[in-house]
């Protein structure tokens, strides 16, 4: 993996001055998230398993009420999640599903099957739509970072269902720090509450604008930005959620949750290959989801097929040599299938990205051959 991958931030903390993060690789040249491949090897899973049982046992109820809730719009992650609580371990989760941008049709189809065939209450909240389409702009013209208010939803909605419904605990799936954050990050199963929760609201960004702005330049009420807002530190110490990562208690593999997934919940994968890279079951619900991949190829040199290759890589389903392969045919391809969708959505004239794009280029990541742009480094 690269040394430009950005770790996780703090999406509500991510101004336009926002300096990222970048994953740390040691002087042997090994980064983390290969650091904690080899960690993850040595981890006793059966012991893991008991603290999940011990954990489990103590929120378990038994008056037909939900013990658990679990975040997910019906991908292989939160299918299995969500299905392996319920059905292996006992559990009773509420599943809560903040929609994408833009569903596919694969994801609408998906997030059907996980409801029906899984067998899974769901609460789904959707967004003030006038909101979203502003703020997604907004991302892309500050940031370029289509993604960002699918994240905000996602990550901010589901502690405040919790808190409405009095289920303390959360599961997500795997935890993002496996791909590259501090080997550290994954020393336990919460996740940091500082991801999901705020001290002061005048000092949270979206789009790259602050609350004061949005509401004063923007129009939109501090009611309409609610939705995508982190809950209040003193809320969240009052109900003392746990949120946890169930990838802490149990060895994730994404490919085997693939399986796993459509065995058990109808999890289809895209009928052709995604646009981007070579594989056919990550991130497919919206139809966004390439152009946040291709932004992030921009801005820091690495696109969807490193990200999916380096995890095989690191889970041995692909060598190192057949992981270059596809970076070098397939990483970077730009988002074609929905781009005037995706324009016509946002308002954005398709030529204004493309020069958004061009000016989000790092200078020391790309330069121009002939006309053309390409990265001064490549993967070899």
Same mark, same amino acid.
């Given at each position: 993996?690269?040394?430009?991958?950005?770790?996780?931030?703090?999406?509500?903390?991510?101004?336009?001055?926002?300096?990222?993060?970048?994953?740390?690789?040691?002087?042997?040249?090994?980064?983390?998230?290969?650091?904690?491949?080899?960690?993850?090897e040595?981890i006793?899973?059966?012991?893991?398993?008991?603290?999940?049982?011990?954990?489990?046992?103590?929120h378990?109820?038994?008056?037909?009420y939900?013990?658990?809730?679990?975040?997910?719009s019906?991908?292989?992650?939160s299918?299995?999640?969500?299905?392996i609580?319920?059905?292996?371990?006992?559990m009773?989760?509420?599943?809560?599903?903040?929609?994408?941008?833009i569903?596919?049709?694969i994801?609408?189809?998906?997030?059907?099957?996980w409801i029906e065939?899984g067998?899974?209450?769901n609460?789904?909240?959707k967004?003030?739509g006038?909101?979203?389409?502003?703020?997604?702009?907004?991302?892309?013209?500050n940031?370029?970072?289509?993604?960002q208010?699918f994240?905000?939803?996602?990550?901010?909605?589901?502690?405040k269902?919790a808190?409405?419904?009095?289920?303390?605990?959360?599961?997500?799936?795997e935890?993002?720090?496996?791909y590259?954050?501090?080997?550290?990050?994954?020393?336990?199963s919460?996740?940091?509450?500082?991801y999901?929760?705020?001290?002061?609201?005048?000092?949270?960004?979206?789009?790259?604008?602050?609350?004061p702005?949005?509401?004063?330049?923007?129009?939109?009420?501090?009611?309409?930005?609610?939705?995508f807002?982190?809950?209040?530190?003193?809320?969240?110490?009052?109900?003392?959620?746990?949120v946890?990562?169930?990838?802490?208690?149990?060895?994730?593999?994404p490919?085997?949750?693939?399986?796993?997934?459509?065995?058990?919940?109808?999890?289809?994968a895209?009928?052709?290959?995604?646009?981007?890279?070579?594989s056919k079951?990550?991130s497919?619900?919206?139809r966004?989801?390439?152009?946040?991949?291709?932004?992030?190829?921009?801005?820091?040199?690495?696109?969807?097929?490193?990200? @999916?290759?380096?995890q095989?890589? !690191?889970?041995? $389903? =692909?060598?190192?040599? &057949?992981?270059?392969?596809?970076v070098? #045919?397939?990483?970077?391809?730009?988002p074609k299938?929905?781009?005037?969708?995706?324009?016509?959505?946002?308002?954005?004239?398709?030529?204004?990205?493309l @020069?958004?794009?061009?000016?989000? !280029?790092?200078? $020391? =990541?790309?330069?121009? &051959?002939?006309?053309?742009?390409?990265? #001064?480094?490549?993967?070899t």
């Amino acid at each position: 993996m690269s040394n430009q991958r950005p770790t996780s931030t703090h999406e509500f903390k991510h101004s336009q001055d926002h300096k990222h993060r970048s994953m740390h690789i040691d002087e042997e040249g090994i980064c983390d998230a290969c650091r904690y491949a080899d960690v993850k090897e040595g981890i006793d899973w059966k012991q893991r398993e008991e603290e999940l049982l011990r954990l489990l046992d103590k929120h378990r109820r038994n008056d037909g009420y939900y013990d658990c809730v679990v975040p997910g719009s019906g991908g292989k992650d939160s299918a299995y999640a969500a299905h392996i609580l319920k059905y292996k371990y006992g559990m009773h989760p509420l599943t809560v599903t903040w929609p994408p941008v833009i569903y596919t049709d694969i994801g609408w189809k998906n997030f059907r099957n996980w409801i029906e065939i899984g067998g899974f209450d769901n609460i789904t909240f959707k967004p003030n739509g006038k909101a979203m389409k502003l703020l997604t702009r907004l991302s892309i013209e500050n940031l370029l970072h289509p993604f960002q208010t699918f994240i905000l939803g996602q990550k901010n909605i589901v502690p405040k269902v919790a808190a409405k419904y009095g289920i303390p605990l959360i599961f997500y799936g795997e935890n993002e720090a496996e791909y590259g954050n501090p080997v550290a990050d994954n020393s336990t199963s919460l996740r940091d509450k500082s991801y999901y929760a705020m001290k002061d609201l005048s000092k949270v960004y979206m789009g790259g604008v602050s609350i004061p702005e949005l509401i004063e330049k923007h129009k939109l009420s501090l009611n309409e930005l609610s939705a995508f807002l982190p809950m209040d530190n003193k809320e969240i110490e009052k109900i003392n959620l746990i949120v946890n990562y169930l990838g802490y208690y149990i060895k994730w593999t994404p490919q085997e949750a693939y399986y796993y997934a459509a065995e058990h919940t109808g999890f289809q994968a895209n009928p052709v290959r995604t646009e981007g890279t070579y594989s056919k079951y990550n991130s497919l619900d919206d139809r966004i989801d390439g152009f946040h991949f291709y932004t992030t190829f921009i801005k820091f040199g690495i696109g969807r097929t490193t990200y @999916e290759a380096s995890q095989e890589i !690191r889970n041995k $389903h =692909l060598t190192r040599q &057949e992981g270059v392969a596809l970076v070098k #045919r397939f990483d970077g391809e730009f988002p074609k299938q929905y781009f005037k969708e995706v324009m016509e959505y946002i308002g954005m004239d398709p030529e204004h990205f493309l @020069e958004l794009c061009d000016r989000f !280029r790092s200078p $020391h =990541l790309w330069k121009k &051959e002939n006309g053309k742009w390409c990265l #001064r480094h490549q993967v070899t």
